[in-house]
């Protein structure tokens, strides 16, 4: 059974902004957030994943996107090294947390910005890791070396798209799910040579989010938006769980954002 860390958007809300989806002017309505997340623990619970919640803490809003919290491979636990000042406070409750469920910390050096599962994402035998806006490109191999695994950083180019779980998801059969244009050149080859069998999404379906899915074997736990891709996906044989993620889509994040797998893998 896979464990998930989740954390409840007790004190989530719109209160900065760091990425172009952001606008404190428009807000998110907290009471129909806290309803939709609620959707996303309930519909993962109902899948058979074990799921562990992290307390959140006031003035940490984004706390909620677990996926930030580091990078869990093994035993092992990387903290992310958040790029911005406003989310850097979370940081030691997440490496707490996990501490406390049994995993060894490792911390990168501090000059070294990585912002965890949200930038680094499995696929086959290499961990894909997205930089520029948020993750450094130098903290990868700092990454590779401490877990023993092949990284294939890959640069992104569209602001919109500034953590590779936004754009990328690859899927238990070897095949993954993308938008090509939130790469550069040099970066959608390296997907293309490492990963043959790629479902294409197309930029009305990618402003969805619907790359930001939560993959538990034949199940994906998606935003709703994205009808093409899931019935791409059905016909593949997975089942898609389609929830409605409107108010944290504000906040530039959706279901997997709002997740991180203890561990994403039990072996690098
Ligand atoms: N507002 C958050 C930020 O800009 C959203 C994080 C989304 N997380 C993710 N894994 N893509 O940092």
Redesign the pocket.
């Given at each position: 059974m896979r464990e998930l860390l989740l954390c409840a958007p007790d004190y989530y809300g719109i209160e900065y902004e760091?990425?172009p989806?952001?606008s404190r002017a428009q807000g998110a309505e907290i009471e129909l957030a806290k309803r939709q997340w609620r959707g996303l623990h309930e519909t993962l619970g109902s899948l058979h994943a074990k799921v562990e919640l992290v307390p959140g803490q006031p003035k940490l809003p984004?706390m909620v996107?677990t996926?930030?919290a580091g990078l869990a491979v093994g035993r092992k636990f990387i903290p992310s090294n958040?790029r911005?000042e406003e989310?850097a406070r979370e940081a030691p409750f997440f490496a707490r947390c996990m501490e406390e469920h049994g995993y060894e910390v490792l911390w990168l050096a501090k000059d070294l910005y990585f912002?965890?599962?949200?930038?680094a994402l499995f696929g086959g035998d290499a961990l894909f890791c997205g930089y520029k806006f948020?993750s450094d490109i130098q903290s990868h191999r700092a990454v590779g070396e401490m877990l023993g695994c092949l990284v294939i950083s890959v640069e992104l180019v569209d602001a919109r798209f500034?953590?590779l779980?936004?754009c990328f998801c690859p899927l238990p059969d070897g095949a993954a799910v993308w938008f090509p244009a939130a790469f550069d050149e040099y970066g959608q080859r390296a997907i293309r040579a490492h990963v043959p069998d790629l479902i294409d999404v197309a930029e009305e379906e990618a402003k969805t989010f619907c790359c930001?899915a939560v993959v538990l074997e034949r199940d994906i736990v998606l935003p709703q938006g994205a009808p093409k891709l899931v019935s791409e996906l059905t016909k593949r044989g997975y089942r898609c769980h389609q929830l409605p993620m409107s108010e944290f889509l504000k906040?530039?994040?959706a279901c997997?954002?709002l997740t991180m797998f203890m561990p994403q893998r039990e072996t690098p």
């Open positions: 760091i990425n989806w952001m984004d996107f996926a930030n958040f911005h989310r912002e965890g599962e949200g930038d948020r500034y953590h779980d936004t930001n906040a530039g994040g997997k954002c």
